[in-house]
């Protein structure tokens, strides 16, 4: 089963096109799928496109077999597909409890059971239910944006650069958290750390100049000269 469908995706930004023709898939069987590239490739236009931030001036892009090319965001979140921003987007005002509480806006019905799987994923969240979202480290924001996303229980969870500005070592438990995830939900990972992320790939595609330049498995694209030349040296 197919669950993202993009096809002949064209996007512009006023009079300059930013995407040309970008067609890809995630399937059901498909844990993650990777998109790479340099930064300004277009790989955050590509993903606020799929999420309804933004939309296509061609193309279509299909969630769950309904075409979503020029549908709201809220509705493509009730379809299944959820997206993490590189920005978070947390409400630094109300606390980690009520932040959870506003992603489970298409799930009320299921909040508290829902809720206490996030706790159960990341407990310092618990110990902190109660404190504002902007007084959390970098590292509990992520969590906190994460465990938001998955208040939705989507069918789709997209991360934009969830690695961003962390340690490394707060980097990797970010990646061994979405290895998690993906056991129960597809995931799509846009990420600057290419070698970690077309290790979790099951599909990856290299996006370049707001073109898709190769795709293939995770494995055949770390072997790849395209990623091996322009992103594994040294």
């Known amino acids: 089963m197919t669950l993202v469908d993009v096809s002949g995706l064209d996007v512009h930004y006023g009079d300059l096109q930013v995407l040309w023709d ?31 931030i933004l939309t296509p001036t061609n193309g279509s892009v299909e969630v769950l077999g309904q075409d979503v090319s020029r549908v709201p965001s809220d509705e493509i979140v009730e ?7 590189e920005e978070r987007n947390l409400f630094g005002d109300l606390s980690v409890e009520a ?18 799987m996030v706790f159960e ?15 959390l480290s970098g590292g509990e924001q992520q969590m906190l944006a994460i465990g ?25 438990q970010v990646f061994e958290t979405i290895e998690e995830i993906s056991d129960d939900v597809t995931v799509i990972l846009v990420e600057q750390h290419v070698d ?4 979790l790939a099951d599909r990856g595609y290299l996006l370049e100049n707001g073109r898709i330049e190769t795709e293939g498995s995770g494995a055949e694209l770390l072997e790849s000269d395209a990623i091996k030349e322009g992103y594994l040296r040294g």
Request: proline letters at 5%.
């Open 99 to 116: 932040n959870l509480r506003m992603g489970s806006f298409t799930k009320r019905e299921n909040f508290a059971e829902n809720r206490d």
């Open 121 to 135: 994923m990341f407990p310092v969240l618990e110990d902190r239910r109660d404190k504002n979202a902007r007084t």
């Open 148 to 172: 938001r996303g998955l208040m939705a229980e989507p069918e789709v969870l997209a991360f934009d650069e969830p690695s961003n500005a962390l340690a490394p070592q707060l980097a990797e």
């Open 22 to 52: 970008i067609s890809l898939e995630v399937r059901e069987e498909d844990s993650v799928v990777s998109i790479v590239g340099p930064n300004g490739a277009g790989k955050t236009t590509l993903l606020k496109t799929l999420s309804g």
């Open 79 to 85: 379809r299944g597909f959820v997206q993490v921003s």
């Open 196 to 199: 970690r992320a077309l290790q």
